[in-house]
């Protein structure tokens, strides 16, 4: 009989005992984990996370404090301003995309995305770096996607944490706080 399978008593067909796990993590988790910088008591996870992913493959030392005070000043694009964040607070998307683009990445920003987006992201070998939140109370945070699993959890390099290890989150509460800002999502392509 094949392992992990029973007969059904009446029809004499082989089941699955039980359906089994699936799991993707990204060829670039490794990498990402190794260079993951913690952002400590600030609200910079978006320099943080730029931070972590231009140290993983570009070989440079970028420091994610240093470059969360670069981008608390607007920055020009021929005649128009582009302003990357709220001083010392909150980064949009597009100045997440604007400095990575900086340093020679393929990125852009999105929303009304879902949670086949992320995973087909992740298979290809891309980075994708969802922004969740909530309204009341007012937060939002960015970490770069990096597994999930079939048993209900995402798997982030979260600059939040200080250990240099995958933070899994349960996908209600991720999906939930994912909903609050519109599935809104930047995207790294690396392949």
């Not at 400590?40 to 005070?69: E, Y």
């Not at 086949?116 to 298979?123: K, N, T, V």
């Not at 939930?176 to 392509?189: A, D, L, Q, T």
């Amino acid at each position: 009989m094949v392992e992990n399978a029973y007969m059904h008593f009446f029809s004499g067909v082989i089941l699955p005992a039980k359906q089994m796990s699936q799991k993707i993590h990204s060829p670039h988790e490794a990498s990402i984990i190794n260079a993951l910088q913690f952002q400590g008591n600030t609200n910079d996870c978006a320099p943080f996370t730029i931070a972590t992913i231009v140290n993983a493959f570009s070989g440079l030392s970028t420091d994610g404090a240093a470059l969360a005070k670069k981008m608390n000043k607007p920055i020009w694009h021929g005649i128009f301003p582009v302003i990357r964040r709220i001083p010392n607070w909150a980064t949009f998307p597009w100045g997440v995309v604007d400095v990575l683009k900086e340093f020679g990445f393929l990125a852009h920003w999105g929303f009304r995305s879902n949670s086949d987006f992320l995973r087909l992201s992740i298979q290809k070998g891309n980075l994708p770096i969802p922004i969740i939140g909530s309204w009341r109370p007012l937060f939002a945070h960015v970490m770069t996607c990096v597994a999930w699993d079939s048993d209900g959890l995402w798997g982030f390099a979260n600059t939040q944490i200080s250990e240099k290890k995958i933070d899994w989150i349960p996908e209600d509460y991720f999906n939930k706080h994912w909903n609050s800002y519109g599935k809104m999502f930047i995207e790294v392509k690396l392949a």
